[in-house]
């Protein structure tokens, strides 16, 4: 039962400390919708999201006006596309792509996700026809997000795939170089991929997730970063202690809002993320916790160990809290979407190496960094294929969403707007791994993926 004492602190963490819902997200099954004909699919596919969301943004604001919280974002996740491509033996993907923008916009959510294509052990026709049409498909689209898992803890990592991605991603800029290249942006290539993501631009609804379900993504960096500041001169033990009690609280509330959106909606309610995902807006920083737990500027020597305390709290904080926790929960280290991290990156103290370390102990990877214009897609995907070991060696879910920001340099800043924010413009190793990249083939699973 709520008491005052915990009602009061609530609206102090919404009104002071950016305490927030980062997102509602409808998961919908598009299997029933597969046709060999690709106009009867998108008419099946906007049909069915549209009548299973069509409550979902009102859903949302109603509970904002219940509880006083603020909601950010109202979104949907959907069957990986490429399921539904194959099944479409003739037909351009982008219409598929096309036809979801226009769902999005009928239903008034934020984002959907899910135009997607699993590839980590290999491509079926349909992964390889939607893989080519990512980049047509984000420039048309401003809804849409897009996602390709390249590697797995059991299956290794599929280096064509990693190939043709640092390519996919090149194009995708350079189709939207007049959008401050944003197509970029609504793209992530994954490692071990989970399937009940909330999350942008990574979220799809998985195969083995029911019909349709409804999940919610909490994020308090805010809160977190209020909390330490009141030991300042705390044992990390205890710091550690107090990320979890406050975990505790914020996972409470999505557990609640999750529990409330799930019964207005009559759809099974699926998992809390609890990640703390940063924006733009001061107080709302990851890389402001990590100082506020000693160090002087997010980046320097000391920060994976600080991340790694983070990360593991608000874990442990958040299962306490619900029996639902899933998706990433942890803490996001987005550059261009956390004010910290923009002011680490400018200053020269966090490097893309640095960012690389942090990844090994956070929950997702290198996300939302913009490097120069001219970086070749042999680059690109070198990068994927570093971040992507980390993922399957250490068992965990990792990402690249970087963005070659066509005809600016090092130094310079790629301004997104919104949650998405500014970025400036990374320093990459102009050394070529571009022999490294063309060998393809899979690079095979660790040791310890052989369990059963």
């Known amino acids: 039962m709520l008491n005052t004492f915990d009602i009061l602190e609530t609206i102090r963490m919404i009104q002071e400390e950016c305490l927030d819902i ?4 409808m998961g919908i099954s598009l299997l029933d919708c597969c046709d060999t004909d690709m106009n009867s699919l998108c008419s099946k596919v906007y049909e069915k999201i549209t009548r299973k969301a069509e409550k979902l943004v009102a859903t949302g604001e109603q509970i904002e006006a219940e509880y006083g919280i603020p909601i950010i974002n109202k979104r949907i996740s959907i069957t990986p596309a490429a399921m539904l491509i194959a099944s479409a033996q003739n037909g351009d993907p982008v219409s598929l792509a096309k036809t979801l923008q226009r769902a999005a916009e009928t239903t008034g959510v934020n984002f959907i996700g899910g135009y997607s294509a699993l590839v980590h052990k290999g491509f079926s026709e349909g992964d390889l026809r939607l893989i080519e049409s990512i980049p047509e498909a984000l420039a048309v689209t401003n809804r849409l997000c897009a996602s390709v898992n390249v590697g797995s803890s059991k299956a290794g990592i599929n280096m064509d795939a990693v190939k043709r991605m640092g390519e996919i991603i090149r194009e995708a800029a350079l189709r939207t170089a007049d959008q401050q290249c ?3 942006a609504k793209l992530v290539v994954l490692c071990n991929a989970p399937e009940d993501n909330p999350f942008m631009a990574g979220a799809f609804h998985g195969v083995g997730e029911p019909d349709c379900e409804v999940h919610v993504g909490v994020s308090g960096p805010g809160v977190v970063r209020s909390a330490i500041r009141k030991y300042p001169d705390a044992s ?5 202690d107090v990320i979890k009690r406050t975990a505790f609280k914020i996972t409470r509330m999505g557990q609640l809002v999750g529990t409330r959106a799930s019964q207005m909606l009559d759809v099974p309610f699926g998992i809390v993320d609890l990640s703390l995902a940063p924006t733009p ?3 709302d920083s990851v890389a402001h916790i990590l100082e506020g737990m000693g160090l ?13 305390l983070l990360n593991d709290a608000v874990k442990k904080g958040g299962v ?18 956390d004010a910290g991290m923009i002011q680490a990156a400018v200053s020269g103290v966090l490097t893309l190496e640095k960012l690389e370390a942090m990844t090994a102990v956070c929950s997702v990877g290198l996300d939302m960094i913009v490097v120069p214009g001219d970086t070749p897609a042999s680059t690109l995907s070198a990068i994927i294929a570093d971040e992507a070991a ?5 068992n965990k879910t990792t990402a690249v969403r970087v963005i070659p920001a066509i005809g600016k340099k090092e130094g310079d800043m790629l301004d997104f707007g919104g949650l998405f924010g500014s970025g400036p413009v990374m320093p990459v190793r102009r050394e070529s791994a571009a022999q490294f990249i063309a060998r393809g083939g899979r690079i095979p699973a660790p040791m310890h993926s052989i369990r059963n």
Do not use: Q
């Open 22 to 25: 980062r997102t509602i997200t």
């Open 320 to 337: 306490m809290a619900s029996s639902s926790v899933g998706g990433l929960s942890g803490a996001f280290i987005p550059v261009s979407e």
């Open 390 to 394: 980390i993922g399957m060696v250490n």
């Open 281 to 283: 807006a001061v107080g």
């Open 182 to 184: 944003f197509g970029p």
């Open 296 to 308: 002087s500027v997010c980046g320097m020597h000391g920060t994976t160990a600080a991340l790694a």
């Open 236 to 240: 990390l033990d205890k710091i550690a």
